[in-house]
Every structure is written in structure tokens, then in C-alpha cells.
């Protein structure tokens, strides 16, 4: 048997990640620059100049940008050759769907079309239904979109009342049913929608063309945000989808939404990237520029705190999304070479990483919550007015926190994934806490500042894996199967996991680049770490102690709390000079420059 080369999702927790094992963005080669490039390309030159008239969803504009993006090869990245796709990575799509993400409106009809649009057909289609669809959708001349969300049925997908009975002749399915919030469903030529077939408790999916009768287009919602994208209901009334469009096998539907649900929220923390980096931008760029008690905005304290804090933030998320993109990498690589056929294997190894999904689309959406937030505070009086783009970056950003499943559902699933996975693994989280007790009774107190300098951060990380562990055990063993119910304890959990996985991401990405570039110009990022590892100790005690002081009992407390602050302790950091160096390098850069 080989040697294992990576980490199954969420196995994090409980194994050693070595730096040498992590993809980071300083790697990407030159393929990938030039998508970068050929994206921002795009966005500057056909999507920027023209954002107002995609915000009045001028009639025809939004399709015809997907058309031109399709002619320059945007919506194939992710797609085989056979039908005039690019055939790229995880990481390289990820790359994309980062680059896009910068663009407003259009990045939301951009990931709908590339993802849940297209990648249904691609990874359950029969080769008839690929070879009909996927090369119109890969040139634009097709738009899609993904109809799952019905009324009294949002994040219980299953409980959707969509209906298809099969026709007397067994030739068609007659489809019925109310489908909401549909994504690029105004102008999408391709629909997949989920039903459940006569008496079936589970939904089937099917592909449905827009132009048969019985498809019926309301108008499109007035929203707070991503005016730009189109959002309408859609009714089906006795569609008739011939049997050769059921998507997948009769039943299956449910495991292809929830599939391409994960792939839609590790996609979703690589997207709200792009944004970030630009709404950085428009902040220093104003900073620099705007004076007041003649001099800039941007020589003050008080914002080049909020500068910082939106490029470590920024920094920590980029770091953990493309460590687990190359981790769904190397398992599709692994299922590919055991003999999974391609679309399967890409839509397992993604599945693999359901945890680590979850994770970036909560801790992506709520950091750029902060950075948009913030850059309109930068912007004081004018980033409350619709003249400038931070306007258009706040109200868009708000979606990102419910799209993909809300991030309460979201957080829900990091810790119950969690428990789930690593019992299925045979790891037994409550054996594991017991363990930790009686290690927390007996562990050797180290000075871990006399330490290397990575030994010390790894040290820290260590501890707060003991933690995160521990609580999952503890928690476990007190509630068992009542434990679902416990939310509010769920939601520490899973704040403690998340904080565990961005640090040690951090970690891994700045011990790399020590590795790669030498230790010249290594302090800045060096900074980043120090104040992540620093305030992070600080959210997963509070977590922590939050979680205990709930259930413990009086026996247990005391101890308990003790060793939370014991291994949540680390050493005093000058988090006002090192953010400062952080904010003084951006003012001198005057854009995202990481």
C-alpha cells in the first residue's frame, strides 16, 4: 500500500500538515497569470465601464456578456476539450471564479453559469447530453441555471412539492411545480431542475430547455443588492421533458444538489476574493487621496487600522482557499488514477472536502462583510452615496452570507460534518477528548518562545486543535444525540474549527514562502501571522469558554476553563506596529498588493 500524500477533508484536526504539502497563490504559473490576466482583462474593458447600465439590467446586456466572455474561453475553464473547454484544474478554476468575483453583478451570472449551471451536465450527463449542451454553453451561445429553492422550501431542499409522472407512453416526464430565486433564470436557455418522480420521497433532476411550452418566466425580483443579475420565479406547468433528460439515475437528484452545493461553496470563498481585493483597493486609493486637517485620510491611525485588518483578513482567506483547492485536486487526481471516469472523480473529490467548504464560504463571506463594510467607512460621507463603488460592493456582498445555504446552515455543517466524518473514520471524538483531559493533567509546560520561530506558531496551532477536539468530544458525550439541537454550542464549535483551519493555513502559506523567496522581505508577512495567531487565541478561548460555560458541570468547570486559557495563551504581539507596516505597504503600493 502507498504512502498516503494527503489529508482527507477534516482531517486537519488530527494530523500534522507539513508546509511542503500546500499549494499557495505565489505558485501559479503562467497559464494561470495569464487567465488572471485575460479575466481582469475582461472586467476592465467590458464589464467596469458600463456597471450602471448592468444594474438597470438593460435588456439583452447581461446575456450578451456571457457571449463575450464565451468567446475568449471564460465559461469552458473547468470543461473537457471535446466540447471546447480548457479542461484546467480545481485550482485553476478557482483562480477564475477569483478574478471574476471582482466584478459585481456580472460575477454572480459568471459563477452561475460556469458552476451550477453547466457543472450538473458535466459531471452527471449522459455523453448525448453533453455533447447537445455543454459546447453551447461553453461558446455563450446558451446561458443555464440551476433551479433547486422552491416557497417553504429553502434550505430543506428535499421538501420541495415539484412533481413528474411519467407520461402513458413512457416517452416524457410531465413536469409541474414552482421553482424561486433562480439565478440567471430570466435569460437562461438551459434550466436543471429538481423534482421528485410519482411517489418518490427523494428529488430526480432533469434538463429542461427554456423554450417548451409549459415554462413560464415571471418578472425579475427587486433586490438590495447584485441588482444586476437576474432573479426570477419560474413555474413549470405540464412540461413535457423527454425521458432522455432525466440528469443522472431516477432518485438521485438530491445527492446531485448537494453535490454541487459543495462545489458552489468552496467556489463562493474564491469568489468573494476577488471582491475583497477590489474593494481594498478603492479604500487606499481614497485613503491616499481624500485630506482632511490637510493631510491624507491614510497617514491616520485610526485608518490604517481598518486598512490592515482588510488585507489580513483578505491574506487568511486567499491562504485557506487554495490549500483546499489543491487538496480536490490531488483527490480527483487519486480517483482518476484508480479508474474513476472524469466527472465523477471531479465531483468526489470535491465532495471529499465538504467540511472545508463549508468553512470558506462562512469565514470568506463574513470577511468581506468586514472589508466592505469597512471601505465604506473609509469613504465616510461619499461611501454612503451611490456615486461610488462602495456602495454597489456593501449591498452586493450581503448575499454571500446566504447564498450557497445560509452560513447558520453552514455552521451547522462544520461541526456536524465533522463528528460524523471522523466516526465513519473510525476516530471516536469522545474517546479523543477523554484523552486530551487526561494529557491536559499531564502535559510538560513548554516556553515555546524559545522555540524556532515556526516550532513556536506550530505549537500554538497544535493547542488549538487540542480545543477545537476537545470540545467536539466533550460536547459529544454530553448531549449525544440530542447534541443536533444544541445550535448555539454548535456554532462555538464550528468557530473554533474555522479559526483553527484559517491559522494553520496562514501558517503553512507563510513558512512556504520563507522556503521559496528566503527570509528577505519575509516580515510583512511574518506580521500577518503574528496578529492572526494572536487573535485567533483570542476567539476560540472566547468560543470555547462560551461553549463550556453552558454545559459543564460544577465538577468540571473549573478545570475545564483553566486549561481553555492554558492552551489558548500566546505570547504579547505589537499588533499597533505590525499593522501599521501592513497598512504603510499598502498606502505605498496603493492597491492589494499580496
Not at 476539450?81 to 480545481?90: L, T
Not at 402513458?168 to 430565486?181: A, E, S, T, V
Not at 411517489?199 to 418566466?217: C, K, L, M, Q, Y
Not at 471531479?346 to 472589508?371: C, D, H, P, R, T
Amino acid at each position: 500500500m502507498g504512502v498516503k500524500k494527503r489529508l482527507s477533508g477534516g482531517e486537519f484536526l488530527i494530523h500534522e500538515t507539513k508546509e511542503s504539502e500546500v499549494f499557495i497563490p505565489e505558485e501559479f504559473d503562467e497559464e494561470q497569470r495569464m487567465i488572471r490576466q485575460t479575466c481582469e482583462d475582461f472586467l476592465q474593458t467590458e464589464v467596469y465601464p458600463i456597471l450602471d447600465r448592468i444594474d438597470s439590467q438593460e435588456e439583452g446586456l447581461m446575456r450578451s456578456l456571457l457571449h463575450k466572455a464565451g468567446d475568449l474561453g471564460l465559461l469552458g475553464i473547468s470543461v473537457h476539450e471535446q466540447y471546447g473547454g480548457f479542461e484546467q484544474s480545481f485550482v485553476t478554476s478557482m483562480l477564475a471564479s477569483e478574478s471574476m468575483g471582482s466584478g459585481y453583478s456580472f460575477s454572480v451570472a459568471y459563477s452561475a453559469h460556469t458552476g451550477i449551471g453547466t457543472l450538473p451536465i458535466l459531471y452527471y450527463g449522459t455523453d448525448e447530453q453533453k455533447e447537445r449542451y455543454l459546447p453551447r454553453l461553453v461558446s455563450g451561445e446558451w446561458a443555464a441555471a440551476y433551479c433547486l429553492t422552491e416557497p417553504n422550501a429553502g434550505s430543506d431542499a428535499n421538501a420541495g412539492k415539484s412533481r413528474a409522472v411519467l407520461s402513458p407512453d413512457g416517452r416524457h416526464y410531465i413536469l409541474n411545480g414552482q421553482k424561486m430565486w433562480i439565478t440567471n433564470g430570466g435569460f437562461a436557455d438551459i434550466l436543471t431542475v429538481f423534482a421528485k418522480i410519482g411517489t418518490d420521497r427523494v428529488h430526480s433532476a432533469f434538463i429542461v430547455e427554456r423554450n417548451w411550452p409549459g415554462v413560464v418566466v415571471l418578472p425579475e425580483e427587486k433586490k438590495m443588492g447584485i441588482k444586476g443579475s437576474s432573479t426570477v420565479q419560474i413555474f413549470l406547468n405540464d412540461v413535457k421533458v423527454p425521458v432522455e433528460n432525466l440528469l443522472g439515475r431516477q432518485g438521485e437528484g438530491y445527492r446531485i444538489a448537494l453535490n454541487i452545493l459543495h462545489m458552489g461553496r468552496i467556489k463562493l470563498g474564491g469568489t468573494v476574493l476577488g471582491a475583497a481585493k477590489r474593494a481594498i483597493t478603492l479604500s487606499v486609493n481614497y485613503a491616499s487621496e481624500r485630506k482632511q486637517f490637510g493631510r491624507p485620510i491614510g497617514s491616520f491611525g485610526a485608518i490604517k487600522y481598518k486598512l490592515a485588518e482588510q488585507v489580513i483578513k483578505t491574506f487568511v482567506t486567499e491562504s485557506a482557499v487554495y490549500r483546499a483547492s489543491h487538496n480536490v485536486d490531488q483527490a480527483i487526481d487519486e480517483l482518476l488514477e484508480s479508474g474513476m471516469q472524469k466527472g465523477k472523480a471531479s465531483i468526489e473529490g470535491i465532495a471529499q472536502y465538504a467540511i472545508e467548504a463549508a468553512i470558506l464560504k462562512v469565514f470568506g463571506s463574513e470577511a468581506l462583510n468586514y472589508i466592505v463594510d469597512e471601505a465604506v467607512q473609509i469613504f465616510g460621507g461619499m461611501g454612503f452615496s451611490s456615486e461610488t463603488n462602495v456602495d454597489r460592493a456593501y449591498r452586493d456582498s450581503r448575499i454571500n452570507r446566504i447564498f450557497e445555504g445560509t452560513n447558520e446552515i453552514n455552521r451547522l455543517l462544520v461541526a456536524d460534518t465533522t463528528i460524523k466524518k471522523a466516526l465513519r473514520s473510525g476516530f471516536d471524538v469522545v474517546r479523543y477528548a477523554n484523552h486530551v483531559v487526561k494529557e491536559w493533567k499531564e502535559i510538560r509546560v513548554d516556553d515555546p518562545t524559545r522555540f524556532p520561530y515556526y516550532e513556536e506558531k506550530f505549537y500554538y496551532i497544535k493547542n488549538f486543535k487540542r480545543i477545537a477536539l476537545f470540545m467536539l468530544g466533550a460536547a459529544s458525550r454530553k448531549f449525544q444525540r440530542d447534541l443536533a439541537e444544541e445550535q448555539m454550542i454548535l456554532f462555538n464549535i464550528s468557530d473554533i474549527i474555522m479559526n483553527v483551519y484559517a491559522a494553520e493555513s496562514t501558517f503553512l502559506r507563510v513558512q512556504k514562502l520563507e522556503r521559496l523567496n528566503g527570509e528577505d522581505g519575509i516580515r510583512l508577512y511574518k506580521d500577518i501571522l503574528e496578529v492572526t495567531i494572536y487573535d485567533v487565541a483570542h476567539l476560540i478561548r472566547k468560543a470555547a469558554t462560551d461553549a463550556v460555560n453552558s454545559f459543564a458541570s460544577d465538577n468540571e468547570h473549573r478545570i475545564w476553563i483553566e486549561r481553555i486559557n492554558r492552551f489558548t495563551t500566546v505570547p504579547p504581539v505589537n499588533v499597533k506596529e505590525a499593522r501599521l507596516r501592513i497598512a504603510d505597504r499598502l498606502i505605498e503600493e496603493n492597491r492589494y498588493f499580496l
